[in-house]
């Protein structure tokens, strides 16, 4: 079954550092193109950060500088690394494959996983 | 930044056809994907590049695009459509992609 597990989520101080795992099963991370996407609550989806198949990485401005995409080929897993959180960071992470077989959309998601920054 | 811009809420009655406006600077350039979200839950892909739906996707949900508008549509209307819409872009300038504000649609 194709399906994306996220994970590491939690209660952070503000200024504190967290990283989320999105283990995928079904398909291979290191051949597609792997994002995150995120909700705070209450509020719509903003994109955050892609890591394409050749291994370059975008990031959305508000993060840009403070969290960092990557991926481990062999435990076919996408992380998050997510440093000088701020309580606007606050929401529901999602990790999402974006698929070239639907013109790039995001056709599999994870069932998130929920960043509390707080003190 | 790219900017795509939905009326916050749609109401229409069962059996009815939804049509929910996605607008962005000459988005008709670009690939449209539409996302339905129910509370609680993952969004899931209903529309992809314009006007095509996934396996497993009604034929009651269509899209179109050209200009500076994107439309989903949503024709007879079941109460299980009753969710949150948000379409989506890649912005080529910035290799950024690009949500929606969101439309609520809400079955009368």
């Known amino acids: 079954e194709v399906q994306l597990v996220e994970s590491g989520g939690g209660l952070i101080q503000p200024g504190g550092s967290l990283r989320l795992s999105c283990a995928a099963s079904g398909f291979t991370v290191s051949s597609n193109y792997m994002s995150w996407v995120r909700q705070a609550p209450g509020k719509g989806l903003e994109w955050v950060s892609v890591i394409y198949s050749g291994g370059s990485t975008y990031y959305a401005d508000s993060v840009k500088g403070r969290f960092t995409i990557s991926r481990d080929n062999s435990k076919n897993t996408l992380y998050l690394q997510m440093n000088s959180l701020r309580a606007e960071d606050t929401a529901v992470y999602y990790c999402?494959?974006?698929?070239?077989?639907?013109?790039?959309?995001?056709?599999?998601w994870g069932q998130g996983t929920m960043v509390t920054v707080s003190s | 930044s790219y900017v795509l811009t939905q009326p916050p809420s749609v109401s229409v009655a069962p059996g009815q056809t939804a049509r929910i406006t996605c607008g962005g600077n000459?988005?008709?350039?670009?690939?449209v994907h539409w996302y339905q979200q129910k509370p609680g839950q993952a969004p899931v892909l209903v529309v992809y590049d314009d006007s095509d739906r996934p396996s497993g996707i009604p034929e009651r949900f269509s899209g179109s695009n050209s200009g500076n508008t994107a439309t989903l549509t949503i024709s007879r209307v079941e109460a299980g459509d009753e969710a949150d819409y948000y379409c989506?872009?890649?912005?080529?300038?910035?290799?950024?992609?690009?949500f929606g504000t969101g439309t609520k649609v809400t079955v009368l």
């Open positions: 989506q872009v890649w912005d080529s300038s910035s290799d950024h992609y690009v």
């Open positions: 999402a494959r974006a698929n070239k077989a639907v013109a790039y959309a995001f056709d599999i």
């Open positions: 000459n988005i008709g350039s670009k690939s």
